[in-house]
């Protein structure tokens, strides 16, 4: 089966270290989106790609964060320097951009569960 | 701000009966998707429905949309503990030109066997 794949599973990190987590797209699929879920927030949307140009990432703490595209098979999302309000699961979906707007499936990986001590 | 917020938070129900959850959204869309969520797994889609659409069913799941009063909700018959999880609805940025999906606040469902 076809599946959005993330590294790592889980991190612990001390405060102030960089954290870069990574994500593989369902191949074919043009739009990538990095969300982060805490239990006070929910699920915010941080940043997302079509054809791997950011489209958005109004929802990205710019101080810290940076997220990229290098090519259509790796996601990026670094941390730098990581805090402990960063602890939290962040999660790259993706799908077909042309078709979401009117309706069509995003497909999430399993998380990359954070720990900043 | 979130686009979606569920109703209830929070509900436990014994195995067999229905659940009913409920989304409310804030902007004009042309699809709603409903997204269920295992404990510690990433989201999984369970059924779009689109704003010409008043119902649709999908197996033990039904889901209504009632675009006048921009809500959604989402019905699972004969619960089953395997049910267990949290469930999101999910609409698409009433921004033209962009294609971001926003989620709800989620409603943590349980199970009891």
């Known amino acids: 089966d076809a599946r959005v794949t993330q590294t790592p599973r889980h991190k612990v990190t001390e405060m102030g270290q960089e954290v870069t987590m990574r994500c593989q797209p369902i191949?074919?699929?043009?739009?990538v989106f990095w969300y982060r879920q805490t239990m006070m927030q929910g699920l915010e949307l941080l940043a997302y790609f079509r054809n791997r140009a950011p489209l958005d990432d109004s929802g990205m703490p710019k101080d810290r964060f940076s997220a990229e595209m290098p090519d259509a098979t790796l996601a990026t999302l670094k941390i730098q320097p990581s805090e402990p309000r960063d602890s939290a699961v962040y999660f790259c979906?993706?799908?077909?951009?042309?078709?979401?707007?009117?309706?069509?499936?995003?497909?999430f990986g399993e998380g990359s569960w954070l720990t900043v001590v | 701000s979130q686009q979606g917020e569920e109703d209830p938070q929070a509900l436990s129900i014994q195995e067999g009966e229905n659940a009913t959850m409920n989304c409310s959204y804030k902007t004009s869309i042309n699809n709603l998707q409903w997204y269920r969520q295992n404990s510690g797994r990433g989201l999984v889609h369970l059924i779009l429905i689109r704003s010409n659409e008043r119902e649709k069913h999908s197996g033990r799941l039904r889901v209504t949309l009632d675009t006048s009063k921009k809500s959604s909700s989402l019905l699972i018959t004969a619960s089953r503990a395997a049910d267990t999880a949290s469930y999101f609805c999910a609409t698409p940025a009433a921004t033209s030109g962009t294609y971001k999906y926003i989620f709800g606040t989620g409603t943590r469902l349980k199970v009891l066997a």
């Open positions: 191949l074919g699929h043009n739009t």
């Open positions: 979906a993706s799908g077909l951009g042309d078709r979401l707007f009117s309706g069509n499936t995003i497909y």
